[in-house]
């Protein structure tokens, strides 16, 4: 036995229920089936790692995965003996959604600045202000701003007065702002591809949060009711800063749910989801992130309607 993969495949055999790559690796040792050589101290994530890649990218896998985290076997789904639950596989197209592909919308810093710390009610009245003053640019990296403030959409899922609310799992790679933080929003950052001939003036931002909103709820673009998805429509954007206290311009984009949709934990690692009442305020404010929190302050002043 000389890889990771044939040692997971046979600790599912003799478990015959799903496994997280840590269990299977102590099932693996107390077995003493982990030979010297795949000794060390990174064993788990390496063993994580490997599974993950082979589900993702392999056609014929032995594994799949039962829910985020957890590995069973193909080979086991046609067993009686086997508990359906073992047997119902947790579908995710990408473990992490890519919010960052340049070139990245900016703009120029001293441009936003003659607003000062007011809302910016109107995105398309901006945009077409700071055209005008040769203020928007494309960047090839996040970090090499230039004087620029890179531009997110920050995408709240409505049902009239109610916006849905999770907690951020791990598959996402903005992982260090909100990861393990309540949230309202799915961000992305605007990139030169989002902008098309339907973008109607806003450089993309339609597109940018429709895409994140599909892909992190895992929606079809046409529902299966038949019914073609609204637009997510830009509220208003407002000056932030991430946790690197790198400040970047944040649009607020509104999106009415179908009447059908209800979320679920199973939609690639959404966690702990909820309905928030805007009307109600938290109870425990300090556990949302902070674009959530600058959100919810701007709210008082610009309402969802």
Not at 171 to 194: H, M, Q, W
Request: proline residues 5%; charged residues 30%.
């Amino acid at each position: 036995m000389d890889s990771y993969l044939e040692i997971a495949q046979r600790v599912l055999r003799a478990s015959r229920r799903p496994m997280t790559a840590a269990g299977i690796l102590d099932a693996a040792y107390a077995a003493a089936i982990v030979p010297k050589h795949l000794h060390g101290k990174t064993q788990v994530k390496t063993l994580g790692a490997r599974l993950s890649e082979d589900v993702l990218h392999s056609q014929y896998s032995a594994f799949f995965r039962t829910e985020p985290g957890y590995f069973f076997l193909n080979e086991l789904v046609s067993d009686p003996t086997i508990p359906s639950k073992y047997k119902e596989k947790f579908e995710a197209r990408r473990r992490i959604r890519d919010l960052h592909i340049a070139p990245f919308l900016a703009v120029d810093a001293d441009f936003v600045a003659k607003y000062g710390n007011t809302l910016l009610p109107d995105w398309h009245d901006f945009v077409r202000k700071a055209e005008s003053c040769n203020a928007l640019h494309y960047l090839q990296s996040r970090k090499e701003t230039k004087g620029a403030l890179v531009v997110w959409t920050f995408s709240v899922v409505r049902r009239g007065t109610e916006v849905l609310s999770y907690r951020t799992g791990r598959y996402r790679s903005d992982a260090d702002t909100f990861a393990n933080k309540r949230t309202i929003g799915f961000p992305g950052v605007v990139s030169f591809f989002d902008c098309t001939l339907f973008s109607d003036g806003d450089y993309g931002a339609k597109e940018n949060a429709l895409g994140a909103i599909l892909s992190d709820l895992d929606i079809s673009a046409v529902a299966v009711h038949g019914e073609k998805l609204s637009d997510p429509e830009p509220r208003f954007a407002m000056r932030v800063r991430r946790d690197d206290e790198q400040e970047v311009l944040l649009i607020v984009m509104d999106w009415t749910c179908p009447a059908w949709f209800e979320p679920t934990t199973r939609r690639l690692s959404l966690n702990d989801p909820r309905w928030l009442d805007l009307r109600v305020p938290p109870n425990d404010i300090d556990d949302f992130e902070p674009w959530t929190k600058a959100t919810l302050d701007a709210l008082d002043e610009v309402c969802l309607r």
